[in-house]
Each structure stands twice: as structure tokens, then as C-alpha cells.
């Protein structure tokens, strides 16, 4: 995984919940194309539709709340979502989403819908426009296991060395 992204927003508010992210009533298979094709639907149903591989998503506070499914954060990935970007994350999804490989950085930032967003994950940084953040930088081990996309890879890895 690159730990520069590009990529074109996706705003959402505060307390956007599991159940918002990947409805429960997908929850029965393990087919990730499905997750995929249901991300988000509970807040915009044409979401899956119109994402594009490399897409950000931008969020307010507490992205992420609700149950604790890993679905959300493999949802997200498997739609093509490159990172999330939120002002805080609920503990159970940004531990889901490292688990899974997929990149959040923690940052309040202004940005609209289809804007275009470059993020350096290593140095916690988030330039939209003329105008660069400073988002909470992830700790070396973190990112090594977002670059090994995600714990399970991480830990083979690990063990092969």
C-alpha cells in the first residue's frame, strides 16, 4: 500500500454508524462484492454505484459508531474507498478498519463532494486544494500493518521472516 493517496471526496457527516455503512441484512455472506454493492446504501443509495477505486471519504465526528462488524471497513475497501478521513472514528471501526487494511487518518478538514484530496499517511498530512492539515499521524506499527494490508497479512509476514 502507498502511503501517498489521491483521490476524489466523498462528505458525510457526523455519527455515521454500521448499519449506515453495510446494512445488516448483507451480513450473511462473505462475498466482498457484495459489501461492496451495498456500501453506504443506507445514507446514499447510489453511492456503490459512482465510487471509483481511489475515492476518500470525508466524515465528522464518530465515523463509524454503532456494532462492531468488520463488514464496514471491508465494505468500504472492496467498493474502492482508498482512505477515510474523519474528525474522530468510533474505537471499534478504527481498529476494524487497520485490522483490514484500510487507511483512516484522523483530521478536521474542508473540503466538499468532489473535490480533490492528496493525503500523505506517514506524515499525517491532507492537502484539499491550496490548503494542507495536519491529521493525527499513525504510529510506525499501525502504518506497517496498513502497508501489509491488514493484520492477517502483516502477522503471515511476520512469520515467514
Not at 456494532?67 to 471497513?73: I, K, T, V
Request: glycine share 12%; charged share 20%; with cysteine.
Amino acid at each position: 500500500m502507498d502511503q501517498k493517496i489521491h483521490g476524489r471526496i466523498w462528505k458525510f457527516g457526523d455519527h455515521i454508524d454500521t448499519d449506515v455503512i453495510i446494512p445488516g441484512k448483507y451480513l450473511r455472506t462473505t462475498d466482498m462484492m457484495v459489501f461492496a454493492g451495498h456500501a453506504m446504501e443506507g445514507i446514499d443509495p447510489d453511492f456503490s454505484s459512482n465510487v471509483r477505486k481511489g475515492d476518500i471519504i470525508v466524515a465528522g465526528e464518530n465515523f463509524g459508531c454503532g456494532s462492531s462488524r468488520e463488514q464496514a471497513p471491508l465494505a468500504l475497501k472492496h467498493a474502492g474507498i482508498s482512505c477515510v478521513v474523519a474528525r474522530s472514528f468510533a474505537r471499534i471501526f478504527f481498529r476494524n478498519a487497520i485490522n483490514v487494511g484500510l487507511p483512516i487518518i484522523e483530521a478536521d478538514i474542508e473540503c466538499a463532494q468532489g473535490d480533490l484530496c492528496n493525503i500523505d499517511l506517514q506524515q499525517g498530512k491532507i492537502q484539499c486544494g491550496d490548503n494542507v492539515y495536519s491529521g493525527t499521524k499513525l504510529p510506525g506499527f499501525l502504518l506497517e500493518i496498513l502497508t501489509d494490508g491488514g493484520l492477517v497479512a502483516h502477522r503471515k509476514k511476520l512469520n515467514t521472516n
